[in-house]
T-cell receptor
Framework: GAVVSQHPSRVICKSGTSVKIECRSL??????MFWYRQFPKQSLMLMAT?????????EQGVEKDKFLINHASLTLSTLTVTSAHPEDSSFYIC???????????FGPGTRLTVL | LAKTTQPISMDSYEGQEVNITCSHN???????ITWYQQFPSQGPRFIIQ???TKVTNEVASLFIPADRKSSTLSLPRVSLSDTAVYYC????????????FGTGTRLQVFP
């Protein structure tokens, strides 16, 4: 149980384009989803917290107009990187949880490469 | 959120027991201690969680002293596949509160 998926697993795009990453909780309803970013050999950095049906809360320094987060249902959250640039290349990971789970469950991650 | 401190890296050999200690001097009364494992290019995986004393599951044990200012993750008889980064996190509601990841401990297991 408690499986979280992400799609796509890797994506390569040209600079200036937008990319959407999906995060799904497969066997539970996630009232809260989190988005993290991880650069090579570094730890995970929290980008934003999203609760179903409400606007995401972004961490300091994360541009909300660049990283659009939508949590429209209890099983799906999306992260859209708008006008991507090479410095946005990173490993993006989501996690999902609900009040009845004991912890957050993480997705497998999405490797974004912006050329 | 209580800050955690872990060794940056550890080396071990197959078959040995590995103990990774995490310091969390400012842990609050309602905080739980949770450990995650992360392999390269994968999302973190939940290993174990505890509040006090000792917790054991099929993959690890977690030892928490009475003052709760530290905790030790114990991996019995490690194998090459245990080579990963291990993160210790502390929080009241680990399921719904945001998690702030520290540097983690990079464990390298040698044959």
């Amino acid at each position: 149980g408690a499986v979280v998926s992400q799609h796509p697993s890797r994506v390569i795009c040209k600079s200036g384009t937008s990319v959407k990453i999906e995060c799904r909780s497969l066997d539970f309803q996630a009232t809260t989803m989190f988005w993290y970013r991880q650069f090579p050999k570094q730890s995970l950095m929290l980008m934003a917290t999203s609760n179903e049906g409400s606007k995401a809360t972004y961490e300091q320094g994360v541009e909300k107009d660049k990283f659009l987060i939508n949590h429209a249902s209890l099983t799906l959250s999306t992260l859209t990187v708008t006008s991507a640039h090479p410095e946005d290349s990173s490993f993006y990971i989501c996690s999902a949880s609900t009040r009845t789970t004991d912890t957050q469950y993480f997705g497998p991650g999405t490797r974004l490469t912006v050329l | 959120l209580a800050k955690t401190t872990q060794p940056i890296s550890m080396d071990s050999y197959e078959g040995q027991e590995v103990n990774i200690t995490c310091s969390h001097n400012n842990i609050a009364t309602n905080d739980y201690i949770t450990w995650y494992q992360q392999f390269p290019s994968q999302g973190p995986r939940f290993i174990i969680q505890g509040y006090k004393t000792k917790v054991t599951n099929e993959v690890a044990s977690l030892f928490i002293p009475a003052d709760r200012k530290s905790s030790t993750l114990s991996l019995p008889r490690v194998s090459l596949s245990d080579t990963a980064v291990y993160y210790c996190l502390v929080g009241e509601r680990v399921n719904t509160d945001k998690l702030i990841f520290g540097t983690g401990t990079r464990l390298q297991v040698f044959p």
